[in-house]
């Protein structure tokens, strides 16, 4: 049971959009040196063919455009800014899947005017004195 706010509605993971809990310098990974050195790698591997294949050659028309409804129904309440994010994204899919999400999301935000700002936090304090006026989830 949470006693206390819940950080208000803050989200409560790192990174975020809302500038809500920060790095821990301590928990941050680090090399390990074994037989040889270990650490993470990333590739520069495409993150798009598989969900583009899947998108242009599985999805029929009208799956495609029932998709496009349900991410943009799910897309509809998050800030402007995260939206296009997704839109962006979306449209390295595929660009008719960014277009068609970017309708509907601009068909539901022309009906429907932004949420008031909600607070966040920066730090975690036991009194919740770190508050401040940032975002509005």
Known sequence: ?????????????????????????????HSLAVTNDVARY??????????????????????RRRLCENVAGSLKDAQHFIQRRMVDLLTKVHVEFGAQVSSFLEKHNAANPQKAMIKTYSRHTSDCAATSEKSNL
């Open 1 to 29: 049971m949470c006693s206390t706010d819940n950080q208000g509605g803050a989200p409560n993971y790192y990174p975020n959009s809302f500038s809500a809990p920060e790095t821990q310098p301590q928990a941050i990974e």
């Open 42 to 63: 990333c590739s520069n591997e495409d993150d798009f063919c598989q969900v583009t294949s899947f998108y242009v050659s599985v999805l029929n028309a009208d799956e």
